[in-house]
């Protein structure tokens, strides 16, 4: 079957730096997408990779490796408005997103 | 990024009554839309896709029959709940993806709650 697995909960200091691991295990790859989720609120896009790497956004990264199944979203100089839910997300062989479970990120002072 | 509106943001509603919420993509077709569900500290849960002019897919366990979703534009798909009950209280999220995207863009979301 399809699988995503992601941590359920990380705390982290503001100002600090904080990596989310996410592996998956899916019939197929098409990408993965990283997305945030602030309680009550839609998914905010963050990022997508399809190709093995380091991909930099600002504040944000994220890495893929394809043979391990295994990508991570790194977020640097934590603020307290980073305190959301994290999304992990593939997209397989019929492009479908296979989602993840979500990682809560709470920031503390 | 792409612009996906979704109408309305909130609902209440008595039970037994339908509920109507609408996904539109303001500047770009979209070929493909995606209803989702997502109860409180939970992921989003996919129910159905649906393309432009075809009948939806809906996930296993999902009813069609009370969960009717119409797509019949490039632009506008809509979400209706038949009867409703207490227990079809929910975060109601679509996305529309484009034919040449690989990125889906979300709608704001419906919190439904019924009464």
């Known amino acids: 079957g399809q699988n995503i697995d992601q941590p359920t909960e990380m705390t982290a200091t503001e100002g600090a730096i904080v990596q989310i691991n996410c592996t998956y295990q899916?019939?197929?790859?098409?990408?993965l997408f990283w997305y945030q989720q602030h309680a009550g609120e839609a998914p905010t896009f963050l990022s997508y990779?399809?190709l093995d790497g380091l991909e930099e956004k600002g504040r944000f990264s994220s890495f893929l490796s394809r043979s391990k199944g295994y990508s991570y979203l790194l977020l640097k100089e934590l603020q307290m408005k980073d305190s959301a839910s994290y999304l992990c997300a593939v997209m397989d062989s019929n492009y479908q997103l296979i989602w993840g479970a979500g990682t809560k990120l709470i920031i503390k002072p | 990024g792409a612009v996906v509106s979704q109408h309305p943001s909130w609902v209440i509603c008595k039970s037994g009554t339908s509920v109507k919420i609408e996904c539109r993509s303001l500047d770009f077709q979209a070929t493909t839309m995606f209803w989702y569900r997502q109860f409180p500290k939970q992921s989003l849960m996919l129910m159905a896709t649906s393309n432009e002019g075809s009948k939806a897919t809906y996930e296993q366990g999902v009813e069609k029959d009370k969960f009717l979703i119409n797509h019949a534009s490039l632009t506008l798909s809509t979400l209706t709940v038949t009867s409703a009950h207490p227990e079809d209280s929910s975060f109601y999220i679509c996305?529309?993806?484009?034919?040449?995207?690989?990125?889906?863009?979300f709608g704001q979301g419906t919190r439904l709650t019924v009464v």
């Open positions: 990779n399809v």
């Open positions: 996305s529309a993806r484009g034919t040449k995207d690989t990125e889906a863009f």
């Open positions: 899916t019939s197929g790859f098409n990408g």
